[in-house]
Each structure stands twice: as C-alpha cells, then as structure tokens.
C-alpha cells in the first residue's frame, strides 16, 4: 500500500502534531530569520513582501515553540517528547507519549537559540528544563572505563549510539550555560562510550550488545557525526576531531553510491526495494553544512545534494518527492516527520551557511592576504565568491 497507494493511509491514520518535526521547522525558521540578518548586513536586504521578512521568519519559529510547550510530555524532571503514536521496535513497543533521546535535543535547539535571538528569559528557562530531562530522567549503563550508555527513555536500558550522542550533546551544550558540573560529567561518560565503540574503520553500529541492532546506516550516522562535532565546539577534543574525521571518511566510502546518492545501508540486512531515501539526502546536507570548515569536501557534497534536491525532486506545490523505489516509482506525497521537516531544515541549514560565507567574503574582499579554503591564487574575487543557491520561497509554504 504504502508503495503503490500511498494516500490510502489518511483514511487509517489522523493528522497530528509531531513534536520532532515542528522543532525542526522552528529551527528552519530561525535560519531564515538569521539568512535575512546576513543579507541585511549586506547591504541588499529589500523585504517588499512582510511575509517573508526577518520579523515573519522569527514569529513563526515562536508560534511552533509555543506549540512544543504543549505538546511536552508531564510527570518526568523537565520539559521532554516523543512520538504520538505507539512505536513498534525491534526490543518491544513503545507507548504512544513516551519521551525520548531523539525527539527532545531538536526543541532544547529551539529554545536556546529563541533566546539567542531575543533575549527573552522564559525561553532560558525552558532549555533549563529540558536539561533537567535529560540529566535526572535517562539512565546511564556503564560499559566501559569512565564511559556509560545513555538509554533511548526512561523506561529502557538500550545502547544505541546515537541515542548517547544526542544526550552528550545536549549536557555539554546545558553544562556551560547553566553552570552544572553534573552535566558535564555525565555526558562525558556518554562521549567515552560513543568514542570506544566507534570500530577501526571508522563506523558505528546503531547499537551494542543487540544482534538486531547491530546494523549501520545512513541517516544514524549522520546523528553521531553532527552530535560529536557540535560536542566538540565544547569539549576542544583532538580526540573527538579525528573521530568525526575517521567517521566521516568510512561515511563516504560506505554509504554513497558510484554516483553520490546516498545509500541506506552499508550492508544491507535485507533487500531494499527504496533506491533513494530523502530522509538520508536531508541528513547528508545538514551534515556537509555543519562539517564545511574542517572537511571541505563534505560541503562540496552538500551543495551538490542540495541543488539536486531542488532542481529534481522538489514539485510544485513546494515539497519534496519523500523516496524513489527502484525501477523509478517516486513517493510524492508529504509528510512533515519523513522527511519534508528534515529536508526544510537541511536547505535552510545551506542557506544560511551559503550567506555566512559570502558576509565574510564581502568584509575580507579587499584583503589581499584572503583567499577562501581550496580557493585557486589565479581565480578572481568574483569567481572565488560561493554562488547562491536559488532556494525558491514556496519551499517554506509546507512549514506553515
């Protein structure tokens, strides 16, 4: 059904609110209120239309914050989220409403960076809370010298690595702007665990100890990555730098087809019958972005995913196309948690990393001394100078 009728599952299924992806339109959103900021300070910002000026951008990131307050799960340590539908898992079900790992980092983001934007204190407070989630609620399972897993909920006692590296970030992140050692010494314990079961070419499996986890793939490994480097801006670890380095060599190797599409699986456990994810192309983008100015060519390769992204799969009406199966069946109708919300977030992510550069191509631009990374002696200022990206506004209409 899901291949061939795909929008039979609104007859079974109501529309809901999904706390993970209203996050990350809220992020996206702040992306483009901080684009607009970049462009200002350029000199060319003109906003003829108010409903794509900074101002629209940052009060509709507030109104999906307002939503996450409540949608939060009650009854645990601090504000926190999880899916709302029961999730059948390898290692049993999880109830609808149960908060996890994976779903609360993205709104602890919202709110840090909210008050970041705006100074206003109530958004400081609620990261505080979320904090307090994440430090009191998930369990550690020791696994190692000075290193521990963090569980998925509160309710398990899992070692899934991308769970671990959500956590650490969010405690490293909370420990230096909350002032709490505590903090820090458990998501040190994370950081240990996730760096002693990275394996000698440079993968992770999704999870230890769990022969049905015990797989690795495209858009998991994007987590570990993206969360160790966002640790690492804390932690200034050499350690850290050549994990995500080595992690991201194997990424390439492993999980990209002869042509740069994203793979799924670096082996897969069964045959696939999805030629092209978009959920992995998201995470590929998000990740290159993130990557741009220790790994070059992991932005080179989000910039490639990106135009690809917009010029082949993105339809009329401003989404995107969700997968393509083999023999060329595309899956076009969209649903915010898989993947429009991420692929939103990823564009954005570029957008925003692509106005950045050419702010400070233009302040260094009469320096004689500068040249950008991998930028030719022989090349012109105007060749040097990243090339923007046409985004097109309707892609924003499905965050609405």
């Not at 990350?24 to 483009?32: C, Y």
């Amino acid at each position: 059904m899901e291949v061939t009728c795909p929008r039979l599952r609104a007859l079974f299924v109501k529309k809901d609110r999904f706390p993970t992806a209203d996050a990350q339109l809220s992020l996206a959103f702040l992306n483009l209120y901080e684009a607009c900021h970049e462009q200002a300070n350029g000199g060319t910002s003109v906003y003829p239309d108010q409903d794509r000026s900074p101002r629209s951008w940052l009060i509709k990131a507030k109104d999906l914050a307002n939503g996450l307050l409540k949608q939060s799960v009650p009854g645990y340590s601090g504000l926190c989220w999880g899916y709302p539908f029961d999730w059948q898992h390898v290692n049993g079900l999880m109830p609808k409403g149960t908060p996890h790992i994976t779903a609360t980092p993205y709104c602890y983001e919202v709110f840090t960076r909210l008050f970041e934007a705006t100074n206003e204190k109530h958004y400081l407070e609620a990261a505080r809370s979320i904090a307090a989630f994440v430090s009191v609620d998930l369990k550690d399972t020791p696994t190692g010298h000075d290193a521990a897993a963090s569980s998925y909920t509160p309710h398990d006692q899992s070692k899934v690595i991308n769970a671990s590296a959500y956590r650490a970030f969010v405690l490293f992140d909370a420990a230096r702007r909350f002032h709490d050692e505590t903090y820090r010494a458990k998501a040190h314990k994370n950081l240990q665990f996730i760096l002693q079961t990275q394996r000698p070419n440079g993968s992770w499996l999704y999870a230890i100890d769990s022969l049905p986890e015990a797989f690795i793939d495209h858009f998991h490994t994007c987590f570990v990555l993206k969360n160790l480097y966002k640790i690492n801006r804390h932690v200034q670890s050499h350690e850290v730098k050549r994990a995500v380095q080595n992690g991201y060599e194997y990424y390439r190797k492993a999980l990209f087809d002869r042509e740069n599409n994203p793979r799924t699986y670096a082996v897969a456990p069964r045959v696939q019958i999805v030629l092209l994810e978009m959920y992995d192309v998201a995470e590929a983008i998000t990740l290159g972005t993130l990557l741009r100015n220790d790994i070059p060519e992991a932005f080179t390769l989000a910039k490639r995913l990106a135009t690809q992204l917009i010029t082949q799969y993105q339809l009329p009406a401003g989404h995107w196309v969700t997968r393509v199966y083999r023999g060329g069946i595309r899956h076009t109708v969209p649903f915010l948690r898989w993947p429009q919300s991420q692929l939103f977030l990823a564009v954005t992510n570029f957008l925003l990393a692509l106005k950045q550069r050419e702010q400070t191509a233009n302040k260094n631009s009469d320096r004689e001394d500068y040249y950008p990374v991998g930028a030719s002696l022989a090349t012109s200022a105007a060749d040097r100078r990243p090339s923007a990206m046409n985004t097109r506004s309707r892609a924003t209409n499905d965050g609405e």
